[in-house]
């Protein structure tokens, strides 16, 4: 009888000890969004290699227990800390000390070491041809950044102060990694929400865009063909790079870490003579980060902190910032079209936002829905490497005038 | 929470509760200043990219003129050879005149078998004659076949 009895205590200590014992309903509204998430980038495709890991980063953070020793993901260890000259601060030897795998990952994020690498990436990966063939594409890309400010002035009016109001309205540039490295600097307390709403749009655009790109356009509009790009000789795909960080690095030196990189990786692919880290950047280099990024950007959102109303009021001017980008770049693209008697699709306009190249896909798919042998990709991917640099400008901008 | 009330809520709550006032002076000006700095600055780039364009483009096309002209003058060195040899090989045996025809005949059965090919791939077995083959006439805004080949090749890997 003594035996059952000890037995049965012993059960109920570790029941009492599992995840299931101290769990928290936020946990289970936490891991039923990780799981649709997974659902969305499993089954439906959603942007998989971003939108996976993120969900599973959401799913081990949300799983608690009642040792914290054996927690992945401590939010405690990152409250910022506050010194006698008044100077916040993260307690970094802590983090390294009692942090678990992922608050090891995330200091990554926190440090604003990944995002300037992943761009080291998509630099690699990027073609600017079709940008120099039609320089005029980076209106489009300027357009779409309109959001960025549009959706700074909605959180502004939502009550959010100028850090917070300008971390949300990044989202709007639909750039991850931009979106991360502002907020980290600007109002690190919101990262979680910021980094998953502006992955989630990023994951999403096929469904966001489309409404928004048939209602600002005719079908005449849409059934634009465009010529065929000039050719980009090798010279001018090598100077473009360097020109761009001369010039944007020296007027925002702000955004240095983010076009430098970007330029940097897209210098190695154009030049021809770094084959070997051009692709180690493209694949192995992009992968891991994407995997670190993920993972930990996932691990933020831990539901006692992550369910509260400033989340939706971020979720929802995060989406309204999406929107008003896709519609800037319309707007501008039929400003385009007009000017140039009808020879440009306003639907590349929506590339702006600089979701490479998901906007570009999302152009082509919707222009194709109307002539089903024209094919936008090209032309659309000038606006969207465009919103890339233009992003980034304007996260330099944020980061001058209120980070500073 | 009165800004989930509706818009003249909204508009009310921005005006009497004084978040006009947040709005005025600084967050204004980085609004401002925002669109401004993007918009300047990539039309710098713009105006960098056409200079760019311009100058090594323009250099590009000499160095293709000139290699234009290298493999004209090459080949018409190699047409007065042929003439010669030709000449030299009519006198020989007039029967190697014909010579150049089987080229030109070689090439369009190239391009007939590469057709008979492609047809028999779509179909699936050989059970078909190729009568005569004529070059499409697209609608207006239809592509060559072959640059919608190379236009989906390129666009597959997005």
Not at chain 1, 72 to 87: I, K, N, S
Not at chain 1, 333 to 359: R, T
Not at chain 2, 35 to 45: A, D, S, W
Request: charged share 15%.
């Amino acid at each position: 009888m003594e035996v059952l009895q000890s037995f049965w205590e012993a059960l109920c200590t570790i029941l009492a000890n599992s995840g299931f014992g101290v769990a928290q309903w936020q946990n289970y509204v936490m891991i039923a969004i990780s799981c649709l998430l997974l659902y969305l980038a499993i089954v439906k495709k959603f942007e998989p290699l971003l939108l996976l890991p993120i969900a599973f980063g959401m799913l081990l953070a949300n799983i608690p227990s009642a040792d914290a020793a054996d927690m992945v993901y401590h939010p405690e260890l990152w409250e910022m800390l506050v010194d006698e000259t008044g100077h916040r601060y993260i307690d970094y030897g802590r983090v390294l000390k009692e942090g678990g795998l992922l608050d090891i990952l995330y200091m990554g994020v926190k440090l604003g070491i990944y995002p300037p690498l992943i761009f080291l990436g998509i630099g690699a990966m990027t073609d600017f041809g079709p940008l120099i063939a039609r320089p005029s594409s980076f209106i489009l890309g300027a357009a779409a950044q309109i959001g960025i400010f549009g959706a700074f002035f909605l959180a502004l009016l939502a009550g959010q102060d100028a850090a917070s109001a300008g971390s949300i309205g990044i989202i709007g540039g639909a750039d991850g990694p931009t979106a991360i490295y502002v907020t980290k600097t600007l109002k690190p307390e919101l990262l979680g929400p910021i980094a998953v709403a502006a992955y989630s749009y990023m994951a999403l655009i096929p469904i966001i865009q489309p409404p928004f790109m048939r209602l600002l356009t005719t079908k005449k509009e849409r059934s634009v063909v465009m010529g065929q790009l000039r050719s980009v000789s090798k010279t001018e795909k090598v100077i473009f790079p360097i020109a761009v960080t001369i010039i944007v690095c020296m007027l925002v030196p702000a955004a240095t870490p983010l076009v430098g990189m970007l330029m940097l990786g897209n210098l190695m692919k154009e030049s021809g003579v770094t084959e070997r880290i051009t692709k180690t950047a493209q694949n192995e280099l992009m992968n891991i980060i994407t995997i670190f990024l993920g993972l930990s950007v996932g691990a933020t959102t831990n539901g006692q902190t992550f369910l509260t109303w400033n989340t939706i009021i971020i979720v929802l001017v995060g989406l309204g910032a999406f929107i008003l980008g896709t519609c800037f770049g319309i707007l501008f693209g039929k400003v385009m079209y007009v000017f140039s008697g009808g020879k440009i699709n306003p639907l590349i306009g929506s590339a702006g936002v600089s979701a490479v190249p998901m906007a570009a896909r999302v152009s082509q798919k919707v222009g194709q829905e109307e002539n089903p042998s024209n094919y936008l990709l090209m032309h659309a991917m000038g606006p969207n490497v465009a919103g890339v640099i233009g992003s980034a400008v304007a996260a330099g901008v944020l980061l001058t005038m209120i980070g500073h | 929470m009165m800004f989930f009330n509706g818009p003249q809520n909204l508009l009310a709550a921005v005006f009497e509760n004084g978040y006009w006032n947040c709005l005025s002076s600084e967050s204004l000006s980085v609004i401002l200043t925002g669109v401004v700095v993007v918009f300047c600055m990539l039309l710098v780039l713009i105006l960098a990219i056409k200079l760019i364009g311009s100058v090594f483009g323009s250099m590009g096309k000499n160095a293709e003129e000139k290699k234009a002209a290298k493999a004209e003058k090459a080949a018409a060195k190699a047409a007065a050879a042929a003439k010669k040899a030709a000449e030299a090989a009519t006198k020989a045996a007039p029967v190697a005149k014909a010579a150049p025809a089987p080229a030109a005949t070689a090439d369009q059965g190239g391009v007939i078998a590469a057709i008979s090919a492609a047809v028999y791939m779509m179909l699936g077995h050989g059970n078909f004659k190729i009568k005569s083959v004529k070059k499409a006439e697209g609608g207006r805004r239809a592509r060559n076949a072959w640059k919608m080949a190379g236009m989906q090749d390129n666009t597959r890997p997005f």
